[in-house]
């Protein structure tokens, strides 16, 4: 577990006429457990209105359970679940948050533009349905029948079917899985253009350099426990130290803290494990002033460093 | 990048329920169309029962008296009750594989209520069953065989059109138990089977005993006797006894498969 959990966002901003703004998203101490499965394990996240934010973990970790949550899809086992200052059926009752899932089907035998007329007319008042096909760049085959499109068409009208209600909050659960390059592509170039207008995002993701490219702020999960929580290159700069090794009987921990560019300690048995960005400071002073012996350095790639993180390679399962 | 700290452009509390749980007009007439387009559908439930009735009702009996009209009217009733029942077991049989498509899971992103989408769904079952009904009617005044009061012609397409829903509840059942697109292939058999055995078809005058006394119990005897109880002023019982406690078999059936299937919304 890292030591250094980032958090330097304002929990609510104050609007232009001073009226205290609720959070677009509000997690305090959610759980969730599936029979004995525990999916979260108590996550608090607080998200401002107008952030971008990734989910990011790998399968498992507890991403796809949360958004369940923030959309009122499943109640918490234990803590409170607020979007927009309110519960979340009655945010979506409202149009006011939405969102592209993972396995959200659509009716094969209506064509595009029924399917967006369809969930245009459940709403008490949503943009224009041309106007969605529009910013999702699916005008085009409007009246083309859902069963003819390709992948990422049929992503690109979940993405028009979110943007209807023209929501404060947009929720994208894996939404490029299975999209070519330049699906994807094309696909974010609509999200950012969008979200330039101030609407709140929050997508899961298990690709770090998705999370990095289009997110201000990546919120790391690892097995329903957010882990680190910090803009890309805060994250980039945890998951790139270095990892010094040693063996240290009745290690004193707390010791090391107060050493700069130290993310965890991990104590196993008569090893010690300090993950850090300054591993020349912590070998030194191991050296100098502990009874620490046997040090080993070893650096991480990025990717395997990110793994360590998440623990993907410990099993998890979905 | 994005406008972190800008003020929100949207503001939730101008933000309004809509009302009804979320039932339209656009709603209904999008689900109506997809019914339209459905050839297979349209073919069985409006071509069968018409060609059907011309069959049997241009038959030398066709103008002996039954109660107030005649044996084509008597014909005319039970072909427009199978075309409905049939429509509205393919809508009812739609849910599941709706559900099974994740469409559902996509509509509880939305307001719609699911109380709301099954009542779209009843109100698509018997708006597409009073299209049936009044079509098969048409075409079978047109050609003008079938012969009773005009009232007792309304009365009997309104009471069939009730009868539908029974049909409905028994295509959601059937979806559940036959998930994918292999429900309607046993409807459809099915409800012609339930029909023969009823006395849709043939009067169970023409069966034997030990066959009437099986077909007394079976779902399409109750409802037909009671669609044609305008015309034939006859009404056992037993045959309403048997409409009703089908329809609350097959609610309840309905109920119960799609409430153990809560867990995939």
Same mark, same amino acid.
């Given at each position: 577990m890292l030591g250094a959990v980032i958090d330097t966002r304002t929990v609510a901003g104050l609007s232009d006429t001073g009226v205290r703004r609720a959070a677009a998203v509000a997690l305090r101490g959610v759980t969730k457990d599936f029979g004995a499965v525990q999916a979260v394990r108590g996550i608090d996240l607080e998200i401002a209105p107008g952030e971008i934010v990734a989910f990011l973990g %790998? =399968?498992?970790?507890g991403k796809t359970s949360t958004i369940d949550l923030v959309l009122g899809l499943s109640q918490p086992t234990t803590g409170s679940v607020e979007v927009l200052g309110m519960h979340p059926r009655a945010a979506v009752a409202r149009g006011l948050v939405s969102a592209v899932m993972q396995t959200g089907g659509l009716l094969k035998d209506l064509t595009v533009r029924e399917t967006a007329q369809y969930m245009a007319s459940l709403f008490a008042a949503s943009g224009g349905v041309d106007d969605a096909l529009d910013r999702a760049g699916i005008s085009g085959i409007a009246d083309r029948k859902v069963v003819k499109c390709s992948g990422g068409e049929q992503q690109r009208l979940r993405l028009a079917l979110a943007l209807l209600p023209d929501p404060a909050l947009l929720l994208l659960d894996e %939404? /490029?899985?299975?999209?070519?390059v330049e699906g994807r592509r094309d696909f974010w170039r609509a999200i950012r253009e969008d979200a330039e207008q101030g609407r709140t995002v929050l997508f899961a993701t298990h690709y770090l350099e998705e999370a990095d490219q289009y997110a201000d702020r990546i919120v790391l999960v690892r097995k329903g426990l957010v882990v680190a929580d910090g803009s890309g290159a805060e994250i980039k700069a945890l998951a790139s130290g270095r990892t010094v090794r040693a063996t240290w009987p009745q290690a004193d921990t707390s010791a090391l803290e107060p050493i700069g560019g130290v993310d965890s300690v991990e104590v196993r048995g008569d090893s010690v494990l300090v993950h850090t960005s300054d591993s020349d400071a912590v070998a030194r002073w191991l050296l100098t002033n502990t009874a620490a012996r046997d040090l080993e350095i070893n650096a991480r790639g990025i990717e395997e460093a990110f793994l360590s993180l998440t623990g993907a390679d410990e099993g998890d399962q979905s | 990048m994005s406008a972190v700290g800008q003020p929100l452009r949207i503001d939730p509390s101008a933000r309004r329920v809509p009302p009804l !749980? !979320?039932? =339209?007009p656009t709603l209904v007439g999008i689900e109506v169309r997809r019914m339209l387009r459905n050839r297979r559908t349209v073919i069985f439930a409006l071509v069968f029962p018409v060609a059907m009735y011309f069959i049997f009702a !241009?038959?030398?009996? !066709?103008g002996q008296k039954v109660g107030s009209g005649n044996v084509a009217a008597y014909i005319l009733v039970n072909m427009a009750l199978y075309g409905a029942a049939l429509t509205a077991a393919s809508i009812g049989s739609m849910v599941a594989m709706e559900r099974a498509q994740g469409w559902s899971r996509q509509l509880?992103? /939305? +307001?719609?209520n699911p109380a709301a989408y099954i009542l779209v769904k009843s109100l698509v079952a018997l708006l597409m069953g009073g299209f049936v009904i009044a079509l098969v009617n048409v075409i079978a005044a047109s050609q003008g065989r079938a012969q009773m009061p005009t009232p007792v012609w309304v009365e009997c397409g309104v009471v069939t059109v009730v009868c539908t829903l029974t049909f409905a509840s028994l295509g959601v059942f059937i979806g559940y138990v036959v998930p994918g697109e292999n429900a309607m292939q046993i409807l459809g058999p099915g409800l012609a089977a339930l029909s023969f055995l009823g006395g849709v078809f043939i009067p169970l005058t023409q069966y034997s005993e030990a066959m009437r006394q099986i077909a007394y119990? /079976? +779902?399409m005897y109750g409802v037909s006797e009671v669609a044609r109880s305008p015309l034939t002023h006859e009404l056992p019982w037993y045959a309403v006894a048997n409409a009703v406690a089908w329809f609350a078999l097959f609610v309840l059936g309905a109920a119960w498969r799609m409430s153990k299937d809560t867990a995939r919304v």
């Open positions: %790998p =399968n498992g970790a %939404p /490029t899985t299975g999209m070519d | !749980g !979320g039932i =339209n !241009g038959q030398s009996y !066709g509880r992103l /939305t +307001p719609l119990w /079976t +779902p």
